[in-house]
């Protein structure tokens, strides 16, 4: 079935270091990829998404890429700041079309 | 403000006390479902619903129940709580029925059963 994979954390960082959080996926067919984010006792949040292959998506100085070839959709950020403390979720609309298929989810730490 | 609402958002109950989670969202959004968030394993589907009075599994459906009389409520039950449904709940909901679209999350329903 679909599945997403993405880096175990916590990922530990200075202020303004640059961030990877790796994010591959099984799918059939062609799924939409999204990064979710939980700020500290919040609910989650679309930070970004991508729906076909080559899409970037955007937001907040995040980027990711929907790398079909090696279906992988990693979450990049050139300068990370103690705001971004929260944990990330890589995720795919699963082919049933009823859900979104989750990641174990990152923390993500920063410190200043 | 569009949001989704859930009550309560903090309960420690016993085991085999019924309870229901409710859970509302003001956008008019068809498509509701309900997760859980356990540590190491991430967030897993519960139950969801594709428009009133439909319902159906997801991936971890025992123990649990859902209706969806209304559009805007899909509360989720749990008829005879256990210490293994002991977690963090969401519920979200969405517009149609494409996955293309965002998913709008409650803020989180942290349950413990004893």
């Known amino acids: 079935g679909d599945s997403v994979t993405q880096m175990e954390g916590p990922v530990t960082l200075s202020e303004e270091a640059f961030l990877t959080i790796n994010c591959t996926y099984t799918a059939t067919g062609y799924p939409s990829l999204f990064w979710y984010v939980q700020y500290p006792g919040e609910g989650l949040q679309l930070l970004l998404k991508?729906?076909?292959?080559?899409d970037k998506g955007s937001n907040k100085g995040f980027e990711a890429t929907y790398r079909k070839e090696t279906t992988s959709f990693h979450l990049e950020k050139g300068s990370v700041q103690v705001s971004d403390s929260a944990v990330y979720f890589c995720a795919l609309s699963g082919q049933a079309g009823t859900a979104l298929i989750f990641g174990k989810g990152t923390t993500l730490s920063v410190s200043s | 403000e569009a949001q989704v609402t859930q009550n309560p958002r903090y309960l420690i109950t016993v085991t085999g006390k019924k309870l229901t989670v409710t859970c509302s969202q003001n956008?008019?959004?068809?498509?509701m479902s309900w997760y859980r968030q356990d540590p190491g394993l991430g967030l897993r589907q519960i139950y969801y619903s594709m428009n009133v009075e439909v319902t159906d599994k997801g991936d971890v459906p025992e123990g649990y129940k859902v209706s969806r009389k209304e559009k805007r409520n899909f509360p989720l039950i749990l008829e005879s709580p256990s210490p293994n449904q002991t977690s963090l709940y969401f519920c979200?909901?969405?517009?149609?029925?494409?996955?293309?679209?965002?998913?709008?999350f409650g803020e989180g329903s942290r349950l413990t059963v004893l």
């Open positions: 979200a909901s969405k517009a149609g029925r494409s996955f293309a679209g965002e998913l709008f």
């Open positions: 991508a729906t076909k292959a080559d």
């Open positions: 956008m008019n959004h068809e498509y």
